[in-house]
């Protein structure tokens, strides 16, 4: 069967965009294939993390899956940590990845910014500990938004050449799965920027935890141009805001942008907000609740994660063995 391994961070601040970039496709993938979904803590400490709100958001993270819908029986869900052959693994690409290629990454200088010499070794390997998240578990699909195309793409690259190098055909070249209308969903005030956990505006997103008030008053406020909608997808061109608006209904809903555009073609934003407003509380009014529940039993958190990752580590072990063996390793 065909194997999907997907990572999101715990570092606070889950939004729309990991809901329906990511999350809500997970949960769709679910019963088609064998799915490892992980918090990638070990991803999160590129860039500073206090431990005991590390603890927290990792907990969250685990309890946004399950409220989401995924079953913790018949998925593997687990904090990356809890698996050393992710560490492993990644070592060996360190040594298989070309610096070239990870100078490539935007990722990176859009994170580490002007001050390069200041950002961590860890986040400049990232891509490299990410490619092993996956490859670890031979994962042939991996679930993810748009924005990290490019690091599936040296994925694909690490394998090819650690294939080609050893003589081997140990790796998959993995698929990524891209789905739906809102696959990179832009900040609900500016959209020429990706939402994202680290803007500083909390009114740019809209977080997995916000009650309806909070979800009202963000729709509400969300940047817009003074056009009415139009009643065909080629309007959107250029209106960046509006085609977000638009593709954030279209995901929340469960309908095609035409589709959207045929109802609310003509109509002011004053109105298509409303509808927006109550589609989101709709759908992730839920999802919030469920949350907050599942988060006061962190016993049951931990246990979950604990079997995921007792779980992990038994897929992982052979594939290990494998790689040892073939990279000449002496030892298990
Ligand atoms: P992260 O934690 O930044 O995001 C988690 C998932 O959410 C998606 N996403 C978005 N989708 C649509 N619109 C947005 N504005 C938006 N923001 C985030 C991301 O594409 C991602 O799917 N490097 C990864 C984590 C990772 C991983 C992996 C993913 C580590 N190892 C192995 C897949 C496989 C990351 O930082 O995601």
């Known amino acids: 069967m065909d194997r999907i391994f997907s990572g999101v961070q715990p570092s606070g601040n889950l ?58 029986k018949s998925n593997v869900i687990m904090n990356q940590s809890q698996n050393p052959n992710h560490a492993e693994l990644a070592w060996i690409f360190n040594c298989v990845a070309r610096l070239g290629w990870l100078n490539r990454m935007t990722q990176f200088k859009e994170k580490a910014g002007k001050d390069r ?17 996956i490859l670890a578990y031979k994962a042939t699909h991996v679930p993810v938004g748009e924005d990290q195309k490019q690091h599936l793409e040296l994925c694909r690259d690490i394998a090819q050449k650690f294939n080609h190098d050893f003589k081997t055909e140990l790796f998959p070249i993995v698929e990524p799965l891209i789905l739906g209308p809102a696959t990179r969903v832009m900040s609900l005030r500016d959209g020429s920027s990706k939402m994202s956990k680290s803007d500083p505006s909390d009114n740019s997103r809209i977080n997995l935890t916000d009650g309806p008030d909070a979800i009202a008053q963000k729709i509400r406020r969300a940047r817009t141009d003074s056009e009415p909608l139009p009643s065909e997808a080629a309007g959107l061109e250029g209106r960046a805001e509006a085609a977000n608006l638009v593709g954030i209904y279209a995901a929340l809903a469960d309908r095609e942008i035409a589709d959207v555009l045929r109802d609310f073609g003509g109509s002011m934003f004053s109105d298509f907000k409303g509808a927006l407003t109550e589609v989101a509380v709709d759908k992730l009014g839920p999802i919030g609740e469920e949350m907050q529940r599942l988060v006061a039993d962190p016993a049951y958190i931990d246990s979950v994660l604990a079997d995921g990752g007792a779980r992990a580590r038994a897929i992982t072990a052979p594939i290990m063995a494998e790689v040892y063996e073939t990279v000449g390793f002496i030892g298990s």
């Open 15 to 72: 939004h729309l965009g990991n809901y329906l970039g990511a999350i809500r496709n997970f949960v769709r993938l679910q019963d088609q294939y064998e799915c490892i979904y992980c918090a990638v803590d070990m991803h999160a400490i590129t860039v500073w993390q206090d431990p005991e709100e590390l603890r927290q958001s990792t907990r969250e993270l685990a309890a946004a899956f399950i409220a989401a819908g995924l079953d913790p």
């Open 117 to 133: 010499e200041n950002a961590s070794v860890g986040l400049y390997a990232y891509p490299n500990l990410m490619a092993a998240d």
